[in-house]
């Protein structure tokens, strides 16, 4: 079951469209709050012990939007907000299922190569560019 505070002017049958497309097997019963954003640009925080997120949604953003790679962090491209949101949303449940009892096991299944330590910024947003490309394949084929 999950549970959606939407703060935002973003519909909530859209959300929960991208919440079902994005969410990794095994993660379930867990709260996703969407706030309005203070910049030009999405935020987004997993708060793994309390198997909550909290996404912060900017109106102010001009796309396409290009981020650069830093830290763990890989380049994205965004060609509008629904890819961002898909990214986003993606990259954060990808961290509560990162806190799962996959860790249980010595081999870490499904981890991107490269990826270091139980919660690696890099697994996460392998997961959310390989989703956003799923998705820009899902909406082309819609067209």
């Known amino acids: 079951m999950v549970k959606i505070n939407n703060d935002t002017t ?3 049958e859209k959300l929960k469209a991208i919440i079902r497309f ?3 097997c095994g993660v379930f019963k867990f709260r996703i709050d969407f706030k309005n954003g203070y910049n030009h640009c999405m935020t987004g ?3 793994i012990g ?3 997120v909290l996404i912060r949604v900017s109106d102010n953003i001009t796309f396409p939007k290009k981020l650069e790679a830093y830290g763990g962090y890989l380049p ?4 509008d907000q629904d890819e961002y949101l898909v990214s986003i949303i993606a990259h954060e449940l990808r961290h509560l299922w990162q806190g799962k009892e996959y860790w249980k096991h010595k081999k870490r299944h499904g981890m991107v190569h ?3 330590g139980r919660y690696s910024e890099r697994d996460a947003d392998a997961y959310a560019i390989k989703k956003q490309r799923e998705w820009r394949k899902s909406i082309r084929e819609k067209l």
Do not use: E, T
Not at 76 to 79: A, D, F, K, V
């Open 22 to 24: 994005v969410k990794p």
């Open 76 to 79: 994205h491209l965004y060609l």
């Open 114 to 116: 490269g990826s270091r």
């Open 10 to 12: 973003i519909d909530v």
């Open 50 to 52: 309390q198997k909550r």
């Open 45 to 47: 925080r997993a708060f």
